[in-house]
């Protein structure tokens, strides 16, 4: 089984009439429950009004998978936290980020560079491309899928140059972004994807579906630890990394 | 001084009309054309009608970047040229790979992949994206620039993933294209640029100029050899790299 | 089930008296044994001996694995059947490069690059050390292994940019070599893997075949087919991608 | 004229007297003295004694490549500082990382990862072997270079997946470890390179030089700015990015 935990930061959904009619339970309920359709996978919620967040380094152990959406209050997510989910990254925890949690503290941390990105609100349409079609992550997408509305993303968005594109995004306004992303840091593998505007039902697509769910299987970590690195005195007081 | 070698099928400018009409000259001109304005560049040209395609040894050791646009008569180039053009580049020799020269045998010899991608002779006009705006060959160029008319090329395009993609193309009709694109093969540094479909004055717009001559300048070879890979009884008895 | 399909040149074992007694009925013949054992895997083997070296289009359609060790005859492979196994490769096929490989046809076809390395037959050992202990092929791998005896690779290793480095040499006489590689050509996986010259019985070492056996599981793919990039009249005349 | 900036901690050189007698005057000094022999390059010095750490924005605003050397007190560097000199990267300030300075503030910010790495203090011989000797950065160096004694690093280095490995170690004691390394953030190009343990003398030595050297010239920005991602209600409302 996958224990996925998809933390929201759950801000719009209580102050917003306009976006509380999209996601009246928030946007992690509408994710928890098309995951929980899988056999596999099993999940867990927490929200920014959680106590401490809802994260605790006894959830994030027993965590394969975070899934993260957040917007406009990265902010009073606490730097602990965010290096607390940072390092369960580095021991193999997979990680997906969706949207504007570009600038998310832990995505930041885990880049190293300050991920921005031009944008638009806006009422573009935007077809996702499939860069990558034999890739784990877009199993099931055809050559591309349309969303109706979208908030416009833009080039140059500045992360570190990814693994693997997996998507690229042609917006009606005509921009492009680069809208699936996967990295590796430490044991851990992250993926971004970028459709999820708070105010857009994008979540109940079923595409977005399908990659969110394939990305949940494919971040998944096979085994965890940290890396050891020992201080050895010669090579043969090795420490065995397989548990 | 950079010794650029501009390589056009010619073709098309002799066969039809409409292309004649653009490029009366051929694309070969054009581009030599405004690269000879440059004064740290010298430029031949050649073409599919010259005695052995107009490649020979003696010319690629005398030539520090190919410039190579083809169409329509990939297979009348001989494999012993092709591989020539590809073992150049091995040794150091930048090469610009232009428009549907994707399709090319030294391009598809240097990939090992297919090189295919989606394409619709179209009118949509085409915004092409700066991704990496801190490389050389984006200096001068601003966010995007815009070509009226362009044919469209669309994902996936069955090429390695690339060291770095410089340049993403938005269609009006809704493709998105990787449409500059970074390699390293042996000690030489290849460019692909998307732009340049016959029938459009494509080689005339400044800005398609700026990144052609912002190329040649990127993957010219600070020096130019065959990596040695010598058969040695001990590490001491080494061949030294650095003429 | 994984079908696999050992493919080994069987040269130095009918002519050498000292393969032979290694390798009495081929490296092939080793191979084959410790992945027979696995209840997810299926091998066949074939030779250079073979009618058309024994591949056929119909085999490679009916193989998720192809592993290849080729040295002294890697001529006598024909042009076709070097392509057919790029092609299939490009299809999804996975792939696995054993030793002297490098210099085989069919990585050549793939890699676009000469593959030349720095060689000494020697009686170094060697240390193999795992760069990344969180990836799927280093499974079940200390910190490192080490081999009594192994013919001596150097670098550089003239092949493009890896995806991965998973294992370093470092070798008694002086010597690092990239052992461990990972590339992707269209949909296919590829592992370059450096260990074993026929003159030493590497492939019994239980270090080896756990890498081995690791590799095909990681290589073999999860569908195969030819992507597709069909000219479109218009993005809605697409094609799916998904069997 | 290219600005550098060379910071050390300077704490080893004035509390070892073993230190003292290989740097009397502190390993800035040391590097300082053979780069400001190169007519292109002008060089300030910094240490953690320094009023700040010797860091200013001023100061950083006006460097091109700033050069680090740390170890025993990289927690005495003030986040601020470290954050400051992760900014000025994004910028486009070419960084070089030397040695023990895998565990400095700005480093593991910069990398996102916990950059731990295996070691053992030896008297190890080291011999550093070329990668990519078509590289700027290896220029000059013949196919391997040797340095009777240095600190003995070992992997796996928690680092992402460089863009290239231009140099690997091979240890007398058996280790490997990947010694210089390449990366981008933002605008700016940061190496890493290994040697440089204080009580050897490593700084001293032509082929180190000639590394350095050669780094400073590639990792120095042709331009630099923060990229710009502006909020823009449609495409036209662009921001130059060309100064």
């Not at 099993?42 to 809802?54: H, I, M, R, S």
């Not at 031009?118 to 591309?144: A, F, K, M, Q």
Request: aromatic residues 10%; glycine residues 6%; hydrophobic residues 40%.
């Amino acid at each position: 089984m996958i224990r996925v935990l998809v933390w929201n930061e759950f801000k719009h959904e209580q102050e917003s009439k306009k976006v509380a009619s999209v996601y009246p339970n928030g946007i992690h309920s509408v994710i928890a429950e098309f995951l929980e359709k899988e056999k596999d996978i099993v999940v867990k919620t927490a929200t920014l009004y959680d106590e401490n967040c809802g994260i605790t380094k006894e959830l994030l152990d027993a965590t394969d998978v975070l899934i993260w959406w957040g917007h406009a209050a990265h902010e009073r997510v606490p730097d602990e936290v965010a290096k607390m989910v940072r390092d369960a990254v580095h021991e193999g925890m997979g990680m997906i980020f969706l949207h504007s949690a570009h600038h998310s503290k832990p995505f930041r941390l885990l880049m190293g560079t300050p991920c921005n990105l031009t944008w638009r609100e806006s009422c573009d349409s935007e077809i996702l491309w499939v860069i990558d079609p034999s890739h784990p992550i877009t199993r099931g997408i055809d050559r591309y899928f349309k969303l109706d509305a979208e908030e416009t993303y833009g080039e140059p968005f500045s992360v570190p140059n990814p693994d693997k594109v997996l998507l690229i995004g042609n917006y009606s306004g005509g921009e492009v972004f680069r809208s699936g992303l996967l990295y590796e840091r430490g044991n851990g593998k992250i993926f971004y994807f970028q459709p999820g505007h708070e105010t857009f039902p994008t979540f109940k697509i079923p595409a977005v579906q399908t990659i969110i769910t394939n990305a949940v299987r494919f971040v998944a970590p096979s085994y965890r630890q940290v890396i050891p690195c020992p201080n050895v005195r010669k090579i043969t007081d090795n420490m065995p990394y397989v548990i």
